[in-house]
Antibody, heavy 118, light 110 residues
Framework: EVQLVESGGGLVQPGGSLRLSCAAS????????MNWVRQAPGKGLEWVSY????????YYADSVKGRFTISRDNAKNSLYLQMNSLRAEDTAVYYC???????????WGQGTLVTVSS | SYVLTQPPSVSVAPGQTARITCGGN??????VHWYQQKPGQAPVLVVY???DRPSGIPERFSGSNSGNTATLTISRVEAGDEADYYC?????????????FGGGTKLTVL
């Protein structure tokens, strides 16, 4: 059974940093491209970042470029999101999602809540 | 950047057919995916690549895509279908590839 389990969320002050993790199981993690998607309270889905299966190709949404860094450790079956210079508008539930063959997100984690507030 | 436009809300009576649209410039040339999200839960893929269904998704869910509009159709709507629905594409047309989501449509079952 495919499972994605996020962790690392919490309350952080504006300007602070946080590192999210996503533990993958039930599939060959190193063969799949992965993404982070977030959802602000009461709002829609917003794509955050993409990483290829090897980690060699990375993309970011303009809203996080230069502040967030996506990475992965295929030996540990884990995906990460380092978030720096956090702003109030980064407050959201952050989901990791596996990219399917045709660009869909076929599996999602349960999400981890990040709250940026003083 | 590429924009996907969805109606904020759609209402339908049980047993009827719900159609949720997703508009985008020449979206018919892209592969469109649809997600269902119920309150407090993660999104679930219900249609991928315009019209294919993942295993476990009822045949009542179907999709189409042509021209500037993609459509998610839910036949014989049930109370349990009440949720937010999002369309999504991969935008590789610019020098800044990325994923685009529609704003979401709240389906209300009357």
């Amino acid at each position: 059974e495919v499972q994605l389990v996020e962790s690392g969320g919490g309350l952080v002050q504006p300007g602070g940093s946080l590192r999210l993790s996503c533990a993958a199981s039930g599939f060959t993690f190193s063969s799949y491209e992965m993404n982070w998607v977030r959802q602000a309270p009461g709002k829609g889905l917003e794509w955050v970042s993409y990483i290829s299966s090897s980690g060699s190709t990375i993309y970011y949404a303009d809203s996080v470029k230069g502040r967030f860094t996506i990475s992965r450790d295929n030996a540990k079956n884990s995906l990460y999101l380092q978030m720096n210079s956090l702003r109030a508008e980064d407050t959201a539930v952050y989901y990791c999602a596996r990219r399917g063959i045709v660009g869909d997100f076929d599996y999602w984690g349960q999400g981890t809540l990040v709250t940026v507030s003083s | 950047s590429y924009v996907l436009t969805q109606p904020p809300s759609v209402s339908v009576a049980p047993g009827q057919t719900a159609r949720i649209t997703c508009g985008g410039n020449n979206i018919g040339s892209k592969s469109v995916h649809w997600y269902q999200q119920k309150p407090g839960q993660a999104p679930v893929l219900v249609v991928y690549d315009d019209s294919d269904r993942p295993s476990g998704i009822p045949e009542r869910f179907s999709g189409s895509n042509s021209g500037n509009t993609a459509t998610l159709t839910i036949s014989r709507v049930e109370a349990g279908d009440e949720a937010d629905y999002y369309c999504q594409v991969w935008d590789s047309s610019s020098d800044h590839p990325g994923v685009v989501f529609g704003g979401g449509t709240k389906l209300t079952v009357l």
